[in-house]
Nanobody, 116 residues
């Protein structure tokens, strides 16, 4: 079955950096686009970034454009989110997402807290 396991979250000061990882299993990773979402306290889950199956095309929400970079390693079944210049408003649980046959699969998430 599909499994998505996120890691790399933590507490970081404003202006700092973190790199999130999502290891996938249970499907042919190299055939599917992948996404990172986040959900801040009291807010709806929002799409942060996405990457096509080959890594040839990416999308970013306006709020993270120029600061975050999504990438993938199909040999390692892993998608990454490099987050730089972090701001307090980036505080959220970050989720890895697969959409397969119109079904959404989610990991359990990893908490990112940006605070001094």
């Amino acid at each position: 079955q599909v499994q998505l396991v996120e890691s790399g979250g933590g507490l970081v000061q404003p202006g700092g950096s973190l790199r999130l990882s999502c290891v996938a299993s249970g499907f042919t990773f190299s055939m599917y686009d992948m996404r990172w979402y986040r959900q801040a306290p009291g807010k709806e889950r929002e799409l942060v970034a996405s990457i096509t199956s080959t890594g040839g095309s990416t999308y970013y929400a306006d709020s993270v454009k120029g600061r975050f970079t999504i990438s993938r390693d199909n040999a390692k079944n892993t998608v990454y989110l490099q987050m730089n210049s972090l701001r307090p408003e980036d505080t959220a649980v970050y989720y890895c997402n697969l959409r397969k046959y119109n079904l959404d699969y989610w990991g359990k998430g990893t908490l990112v807290t940006v605070s001094s």
